[in-house]
C-alpha cells in the first residue's frame, strides 16, 4: 500500500471522497492527525462510547451499527478514534468482520468520517490493487511504533475492588487510549459469570480463583477455593491484602508459638482454619515446632493429634528436642482442656523408647504424664537418688525423693530415704523387710501429743490435721515450704500413740483453731487408691497422693493471713511396703484366735505371754492392753496400704510450724534427741 507523508494527506483531507481510513504509523502521528481534523471543525467519536455497559463486549455488527447512527447523527466530519485499543481485544475472526464492515463503508462512501487505525489488521482486506491508489485508504508514512502486546485481565467485582481499574468495557476502552495502547489493564466487572467467546488471546479472563489469588493477592500458598473466595472477598472489602485481613481476625497477639496453637484450636469451625494456618507459617520462626507440625498438611480436625503426638514422635531424638518439648508444653498449658486421650496416646507411642528420648516430652504437668514419670522412675536405678532429668520435671517427685533433709537421726534417716524409693519402684527387698521388724525407738522420743501441748496454748496458732501423712512425707514437706519460701518456725517427727485408731489417737487442739475440714485424702487414697471402687495402679496412687500436698499447701498459705502460726501434723502413718512385703511372700500372716482389730493389733488376752511378733501397749484409760504388730507382719492382709501396726512409717508423724516470718521470739519446744534403739512404745494408731 502507498504510503504519503502527512502533509500530502493535509493537502487532500477535505478533497474527494470523505470516507476514508487513514493508517498511521505511531501514535504521534495519530495525535497530530487527530488534532488537525478537530481544528478544522472535526467531531472525534471515540469507539468506546459504541460499546454499551453490558457485561459482554459489544462485537463488531453491534459497534459498527452504534457507530454509524452517531456519524450520521453529526452534521460535521467525524474522525473515528480507539479502533485499535478494540480491535486489540477481539480474536482474529472478529477483527475480520469489523474490517469487512469498515471496507463495505469505505467502499458505500457516503459516511463523512475518517476512521484512524494502524496497518496491522488491514492487510488481506485491503490488499486488493484498487486501495493502492486511492485516498479512501490513506496510509500515512513513518517508521512505525513497536509495542509489547498489551494485556487485558477480566476479574470479578466480588474478588477484586474496582479502585483505579476500569469496571465496564467503555471505561476500558478509554483507558485503553485513542490509538495504540501500550499498558496493561484489569477490567474489574460486576455480575460477571462466564466467559465470553470471540476475544482476543491477550484479554485473559479470570475465574480461577487460585490465579486471582497469586496475582493479585501475592498469595502463592495453595489454599482450598473456598478458603481463597472468602479471604479475598474479605480483602476486597476491607481493602487489604490477605495478611492484613488474617492478622486481625486471627489476633496480631496470638500470633507466637505459645498462643496460636489455643487460637486455631478455638477457630476450628471457621471456614478460614487454613488461612490462618499460612498466616501463622508466616509469622512464626521457621524452626519451631508449631512450624513443623503446621507443614504436616493439618486439618483442623487433626491438628491437635498432630500437635501432641505425631511430630512429638518424629522430633523424639531432633537435636532441639529440649527446645520443641518446652515450645509443645508452653502452648498444651495455654488451652482451656487438654486433651488428656491425646497425652496418653504420645504415652502409650513412646512407651518402648529411652528415658533419654522421652522425658523432655513429659513435660505438661498432665496427670497422665506425672503417672508415666513414676512408671520409668520405678523402673529405674534410685540408688544416687532421682536421675536429673525427672527432676524439674515432676518437682513433688524430686521433693519426696530429696537427700537435702534428714529425720535428725542417722537411722531414721537411711531408713525412710530407703522406704521412699523402694515405695516408688513399688517393690521391697527382702533386707528391708527385716530392718523394718528389727528397727526400734527409745521411749523417750518425743510424742507429737506433747508438742502439740506446747504449742495449744498460742490463741494465734492453728491447726491443721493431715489424715494419713506418715514421717515419710517429712522430707517433701521441708522441700515444698522451701521452694514456695515459706517459712518453717518448727518441724520434727514424732511418735503418735498405739494403736492408731481414733479413739485412741485422737489429736487434741481448740476446736476453734482448728482448721476445717481436716484433709482426708492420703487415708483415703492408702486405703480405697486414687479411684473408689476401681483399680488404681500404685503410679495413680502415688500421684494422687501427691496431688494432696499441693492443696494442702494452698490451705496453709490462706490459713497463715488470718493466724500467725499454722501447724501441720497427722494422726498416723500408714505402711504401702508392708502389703508389698505380704504380696511378695517376704512376710508372715500371724496366726490368732481371736478377734482381729484392723488387722494389725488385738486384745491382749490375759495370761498369756506376748509373742514376738507384737509390740504390748497399755490403755490405762480403759484398762487395757493391746498387742500390736511389729513389722511388715499382719494379722489381716490389706490390699494398698496399712496402718494401725507398730512399723516406723505407721507410728511417727511429721510436727511442722509454718509462720509468717522470721522471728527472734519463735516458740520454742523442748524435743528430746531421737534413737533409735528400743522399741518399747505406749503411743497409738489408726483404722485401715
Known sequence: MKKHTINEYISSAYSGNQTRIVVYPDNDTAFQLLTYHKKNDAIEISISECVGDSVNLSMPDVVMRKMDEKILRTEQTTIITGIDSYLILLNNENISRFIIALRKRVDDS??????????????????????????????IAGGGQEFAPTIVTIVPDKWVQVGNNANTWSALLRKLGQFIPFENHTLVLSGWNNKQAGLSEHVSQLFEIECIAHRYYGILQKLPPNVLEKLITKCSEQSSKPLAVLKELFGEENANPRLAVKRLVELQ?????????????????????????????VSPSDFLRKYVVETAVDCLTNDKALNLAKERANAIQELVTVSTSLIIEFIGVTKEYSNDNVAAWLNCGTEAELIEIIRRVSETDL????????????????????DDFDYDNKELTEYFREYRRQKIKNFVTDGFVKTAFDIEISPTFVTRDSILQKLSGDTNTALLIVDGMGAEYYPL????????????????????????????????????????????????????????????????????TFAVFENMFNRIAEAINSYDRVVVTADHGSSRLAVLAYKQQLSTKLHWEGEIQSGRYVIAPPNMPKPSEFESYYDADGNISYWVVRGYNCLRSGTLSVHGGASIEERLVPVVVFSKTKTSTQVQIPVAKPTVDQLIEKTGFDDI
Open 110 to 139: 457516503k459516511l463523512n468520517t475518517v476512521y484512524l487505525l494502524t496497518q496491522t489488521h488491514l492487510a488481506d482486506i485491503f490488499s486488493h490493487p484498487q486501495y493502492e491508489d486511492t485516498l479512501s485508504v490513506f496510509c
Open 477 to 544: 514437706i521441708l522441700a515444698m515450704a522451701k521452694r514456695r519460701g515459706m517459712n518453717i518456725e518448727f518441724s520434727a517427727v514424732a511418735n503418735a500413740r498405739l494403736p492408731s485408731s481414733t479413739r485412741f489417737n485422737a489429736v487434741k487442739w481448740n476446736e476453734r483453731r482448728c482448721l476445717k475440714p481436716n484433709i482426708y485424702r492420703i487415708d483415703t487414697i492408702s486405703h480405697e487408691g486414687a479411684r473408689k471402687h476401681e483399680q488404681c495402679s500404685s503410679e495413680e496412687n502415688i500421684v494422687a
Open 383 to 402: 540408688t544416687f537418688g532421682l536421675p536429673k532429668i525427672w527432676k524439674s520435671l515432676y518437682l513433688t517427685l524430686a521433693d519426696y525423693l530429696t
Open 269 to 297: 469451625s471457621d471456614e478460614l482454619w487454613i488461612a490462618y494456618v499460612w498466616y501463622v507459617t508466616q509469622n512464626v520462626d521457621a524452626t519451631s515446632y508449631l512450624v513443623k507440625v503446621l507443614k504436616n498438611n
